[in-house]
C-alpha cells in the first residue's frame, strides 16, 4: 500500500496515514493490521499497548464520530473501524496473529496440512481414536481413559503453546527476510500440529456433550 | 444518574431523537442540558402503547387511543407487532394463534396483515408508532424532527434490523443508527463515570430477552458478548395466565372464549394488571368482566412464580453463554443493570442476583432507562457528547452455504463492528457468467438450521475456462449491525455487480413506494392536525368573548365597536367547521383585533376592582 498517496480532499501530497496533515480529513485506511495499528512486524505484541492503541483509535475512527461528515469520509471510517475491528481481533490472539503473519508472507496455511498425524503422537492418537470409537457404539467404560488422554492432549496443548511464545521471540530477533522465513516455516509446523490436536480435543468434548445432552 | 459534558456550541443544528420502538411501549427522548428527557405527550404520558387501529374512514389511530379499539375493534388493530418485524409467516405460526388479527396470503417474505379491506406489513404498523412519537417530539420541541436513533434487540437478525429501519424511512425518519437496547442502558446509567469495570445488562421486555456483557473503560463502552432470545418476554407470562383463565371460564361457563378476540383482549387486560400487581403484593385477584358475566380468581405470588419458573430459567441460558463468550466468571461482573418492564418482577430480580452474585440496578425507569440511552446515542452522533463510545458487537455468526449444505462462518458472532470478511470465489463450470452465494446467520452447521439472510447474485463475469475467475466478495457489516456486500473482479480489478434477493423483508423498491404512499397520507394528516389546533384556538377566543360580553365592559363599548365584534365573531363562527385552518386562523386575528378595547375596559375594570378591594 502506497502511504505517500495525495490528499483526496485537498490533494496535499504525502497526506499522512489517517488523517491529512493539511485539511484533516480522514484518508482511505492502510489494509494492513500491523501498520494500522503502527506496530513494528513482530509475532510477540504488548497486549496492554494494542489495547490502549485499539480505544483510541476507535475514538477516531468510528462511524458514530462522522455522522455529520462528507460521504467521503462516512465510508472511509465505515471501512477503517472494520480493518480496526478485524484487527484487533487477529492481532491479540496469538495463533489468529501467527496465521495472519504467515498469510501476509505468503505461506499457504490451509486445513488440509493438519490431516497428518504429528509422527511422536501416533500411539496416544491411535488410542484416543479407539476410546472414541467405543464410546460411540455405547461403552461406557472408557470414559475414566477418555477423560485421561482429554487432560493429556490438553497439557500438550499448553506445552505447545509455551513452545510457540518461544518460536515467536525467535522469529522477531532474526535480521533480514530470509532468516524469518525459516523461522515462520517452523512456526507453521506447530501451527498444523496444534490444529489437529485442538480438533481431536473438541471430538472429545463434542461427544461428551452429546452423551450428556 | 452522572453528569454528561455536553458541548452546545452547535446548538442550531438538526436535533436527533432517539426512540425506543418497543414491544408494548415506545418512548422518544432527547438530551438537553441537564441530561437525556422522555417527551411526553399533550396528557404528560411518557409511554405510547405500540397499538395501531385502522379506523373506518381509513386513518390511524395510534398509542393509547388504540388501547380501547383492542377490545373493541379486535378484527382492525394491532399490537405487538415488533414480533413480527423482519419475519416470514412460517415463523410466527405458532404464536399468531393468540392474535385476533388475520395474516394475509403471500406472506413468505414479508408478513401481510389484513386489516379492514386493506394489507399491511409491520414496517408499516410500526411506521405509525414512529410517526407518532415524531409529532410528540415536533410538538414538544417546537422544531421538525426528521433524525432518529432507534433501538433494536441485541439479538434482532439482519433482516429484523432491516424493518426497523424501514418503518423510520415509511415514518419520513432518517434512521442515523440502529443501537442495542441493553447497550442504550448502560448509556443512560452513565457507569462509566463512576469506574472502570464489567457491566452486564439483563433487558426482559413485552417480547423480547437480551443480555450483554460490558467492559467500560475511560468513556468507551465495549460489549464483549450478548445473547438472548427475540421471542421471550412478558408476552409470554401474559399468555400463560391467558390460557389458565379462558380455561377456567370454559369449565365454569362452559363457554370457549378463545375464538373471540373481544373477550382474549378483556381478559388479557385483567391478568396483565394481576401480574403487575403481584410485583407489589403479595395475593391479588384476576378480575374480568365481559359481557356482564364476571370472572374472578385469586391469584397468589407464589402459585404465580411456579408457573412462570421455566420462562424466567429460559433466560439463564443465554447469561451463561454470554458469560462464556465474554470469558468471564460471574464473580468478574462488577455491576447488573435491569432493563424493561418485567424486571419488575421480583422472581425475575432475584434469579439474577443468584445468577451474576451482585445486586441489580433498578434506579432508572426499567421502562425509560432505553429510550434514556437512545437519546445519549443520539448526542453521540450529533457531536454534542464526545466523551462517550459504544463499540457493540454482531450477535450472530455470519456464514456462506458451502457444498452439501454446509455453513461455512466468515465472520463470528460477537465480533465488533463494523466486521468484516473476504472471500475469493471462482467458478465451476467452463464459461459461467454468475455465481450465487447463499449468506446465512446462526450458529448451527448446517443450512436447514441457520437464518437465510440472502442470495448475492455476482454478474457479468468474463466467460473462461473453469477455476480461472477469481471474484473477491467483501461482506461488511455496518455500526447498524446490517450487511452490505461488495464484489471485485480479481483479474482486472473492477467492481463487479451484486444483485441482492433478501430472503426476508422488503426490496428497496417496496419501501420506496411505501414512503410515497405514507408522505401523501402524512400530508393530509399535517392538514388535519392544523385544522383541530386551529380549532381549539377558536374555542378559546370564542368562549373569552361570550364571557366579555355578559360584563359590564360590553356596556362601555360604543355601537360601532360592538358591531364589529359581533362581526369578527360571526365571520369566525361561519367558517370554525371548514378545513381551511388558514382561514380559520385569520379569522380569529379578526376577532383578537375587534375585541382590543373591550379586552382593555376588561381589565381595566378588574384592576378598579382590586384597588377597591372588591371582588369583581
Known amino acids: 500500500m502506497d502511504n505517500h498517496h495525495n490528499c483526496w480532499h485537498c490533494g496535499t501530497p504525502d497526506a499522512g496515514s489517517i488523517f491529512c496533515r493539511y485539511c484533516n480529513s480522514l484518508q482511505a485506511p492502510v489494509p494492513n493490521y500491523f501498520e494500522f495499528f503502527g506496530m513494528p512486524l513482530k509475532l510477540s505484541v504488548d497486549l496492554a499497548r494494542l489495547q490502549k492503541q485499539f480505544y483510541s483509535l476507535s475514538g477516531l475512527l468510528h462511524p458514530d464520530r462522522y455522522t455529520r461528515r462528507s460521504e467521503q469520509e462516512k465510508r472511509y471510517s465505515l471501512e477503517a473501524s472494520s480493518i480496526l475491528n478485524d484487527a484487533y481481533r487477529v492481532l491479540r490472539d496469538p495463533i489468529q496473529r501467527a496465521e495472519y503473519v504467515l498469510k501476509e508472507a505468503g505461506f499457504d496455511i490451509g486445513e488440509q496440512r493438519s490431516k497428518d498425524v504429528p509422527p511422536e503422537l501416533l500411539e496416544e492418537v491411535f488410542e484416543l481414536n479407539m476410546a472414541l470409537d467405543e464410546l460411540r457404539m455405547g461403552d461406557d467404560e472408557v470414559l475414566p481413559q477418555l477423560d485421561e488422554s482429554r487432560k493429556k492432549f490438553l497439557d500438550i496443548l499448553v506445552e505447545m503453546d509455551a513452545g510457540l511464545e518461544q518460536q515467536f521471540q525467535k522469529h522477531d530477533a532474526q535480521e533480514g527476510d530470509e532468516a524469518r522465513r525459516a523461522v515462520l516455516a517452523e512456526i507453521r509446523l506447530t501451527l498444523n500440529r496444534r490444529r489437529y490436536i485442538k480438533n481431536l480435543v473438541n471430538e472429545v468434548d463434542k461427544l461428551l456433550t452429546a452423551r450428556n445432552a | ?616
Not at chain 2, 408494548?24 to 437525556?36: E, I, K, Q, R, Y
Not at chain 2, 380501547?68 to 375493534?73: A, F, V
Open chain 2, 1 to 616: 444518574m452522572s453528569t454528561f459534558q455536553i458541548d452546545f456550541s452547535n446548538i442550531n443544528k438538526k436535533r436527533i431523537v432517539g426512540i425506543d420502538l418497543g414491544t408494548t411501549n415506545s418512548l422518544v427522548a432527547f438530551m438537553d442540558l441537564t441530561g437525556p428527557q422522555v417527551i411526553p405527550g399533550a396528557d404528560g404520558s411518557m409511554l405510547v402503547p405500540s397499538i395501531v387501529s385502522l379506523a373506518d374512514d381509513e386513518t390511524f389511530v395510534v398509542g393509547d387511543a388504540a388501547r380501547q379499539l383492542l377490545i373493541d375493534r379486535s378484527d382492525r388493530t394491532v399490537y405487538s407487532v415488533k414480533r413480527l418485524m423482519g419475519r416470514g409467516a412460517a415463523d410466527v405460526e405458532e404464536e399468531t394463534k393468540l392474535f385476533p388479527f388475520r395474516i394475509a396470503e403471500g406472506s413468505e417474505q414479508v408478513i401481510r396483515l389484513a386489516l379492514g379491506g386493506r394489507q399491511f406489513t409491520p414496517p408499516e404498523i410500526s411506521a405509525q408508532v414512529l410517526r407518532e412519537l415524531k409529532q410528540r417530539a415536533e410538538a414538544y420541541l417546537g422544531e421538525e424532527v426528521t433524525q432518529a436513533v432507534i433501538t433494536v434487540p441485541a439479538y434482532f437478525n439482519d433482516a429484523q434490523r432491516q424493518a426497523t429501519k424501514d418503518a423510520g424511512r415509511i415514518a419520513g425518519l432518517e434512521v442515523l443508527r440502529l443501537v442495542n437496547e441493553p447497550t442504550a442502558a448502560s448509556l443512560a446509567y452513565g457507569l462509566d463515570k463512576r469506574n472502570d469495570g464489567v457491566v452486564a445488562v439483563y433487558d426482559l421486555g413485552g417480547g423480547t430477552f437480551d443480555i450483554s456483557i460490558l467492559r467500560l473503560h475511560e468513556g468507551i463502552f465495549e460489549v464483549l458478548a450478548t445473547n438472548g432470545d427475540t421471542h421471550l418476554g412478558g408476552d409470554d407470562i401474559d399468555n400463560r395466565l391467558l390460557a389458565i383463565a379462558l380455561e377456567d371460564i370454559a369449565s365454569e361457563w362452559g363457554e370457549d372464549l378463545s375464538h373471540s378476540g373481544e373477550a382474549v383482549q378483556t381478559i388479557r387486560r385483567a391478568v396483565i394488571e394481576a401480574k403487575e400487581r403481584l410485583s407489589f403484593q403479595p395475593v391479588t385477584a384476576i378480575d374480568a368482566d365481559f359481557k356482564g358475566r364476571k370472572y374472578q380468581r385469586e391469584i397468589t405470588r407464589e402459585l404465580f412464580e411456579q408457573i412462570i419458573k421455566d420462562i424466567v430459567d429460559r433466560t439463564l441460558g443465554p447469561c451463561r453463554q454470554a458469560m462464556r463468550d465474554a470469558g468471564l466468571e460471574p464473580e468478574a461482573i462488577d455491576e447488573v443493570v435491569m432493563v424493561g418492564g418485567s424486571t419488575r418482577i421480583p422472581l425475575v430480580r432475584s434469579a439474577v442476583s443468584t445468577l451474576f452474585r451482585a445486586k441489580p440496578h433498578t434506579e432508572l425507569n426499567p421502562d425509560e432507562v432505553v429510550a434514556l440511552g437512545a437519546a445519549v446515542q443520539a448526542a453521540i452522533l450529533s457531536g454534542d457528547v464526545q466523551d462517550k463510545l459504544l463499540l457493540d458487537v454482531t450477535p450472530l455468526s455470519l456464514g456462506i452455504e458451502t457444498m452439501g449444505g454446509v455453513v461455512s462462518k466468515l465472520i463470528h458472532r460477537n465480533s465488533t463492528i463494523p466486521a468484516s470478511a473476504t472471500e475469493v470465489f471462482t467458478t465451476s463450470v467452463d464459461g459461467q457468467q454468475n455465481v450465487l452465494i447463499h449468506v446465512l446467520q446462526g450458529e448451527r452447521e448446517l443450512v436447514k438450521d441457520c437464518r437465510s439472510l440472502a442470495r448475492f447474485d455476482l454478474k457479468g463475469i468474463d466467460p473462461m475456462p473453469a477455476g480461472m475467475a477469481r471474484i473477491e466478495v467483501r461482506f461488511l457489516i455496518d455500526a447498524n449491525g446490517i450487511l452490505s456486500v461488495s464484489a471485485r473482479d480479481l483479474r482486472s480489478g473492477t467492481e463487479q455487480s451484486v444483485e441482492v434477493k433478501p430472503s426476508y423483508g422488503l426490496t428497496d423498491e417496496q419501501v420506496e413506494a411505501m414512503i410515497v404512499e405514507s408522505y401523501e397520507k402524512a400530508e393530509e394528516d399535517f392538514a388535519a392536525r392544523q385544522v383541530r389546533e386551529a380549532r381549539v384556538e377558536a374555542d378559546t377566543i370564542l368562549s373569552a368573548v361570550d364571557k366579555a360580553r355578559a360584563s359590564e365592559a360590553w356596556l362601555d363599548l360604543t355601537d360601532e365597536e360592538r358591531a364589529a365584534v359581533d362581526l369578527a365573531l360571526n365571520e369566525l363562527q361561519m367558517v370554525y367547521h371548514g378545513e381551511d385552518h388558514n382561514l380559520i386562523r385569520n379569522r380569529i386575528e379578526n376577532l383578537d383585533g375587534a375585541t382590543r378595547k373591550l379586552a382593555e375596559n376588561m381589565m381595566n375594570t378588574a384592576v378598579r376592582a382590586a384597588l377597591k378591594g372588591t371582588k369583581i
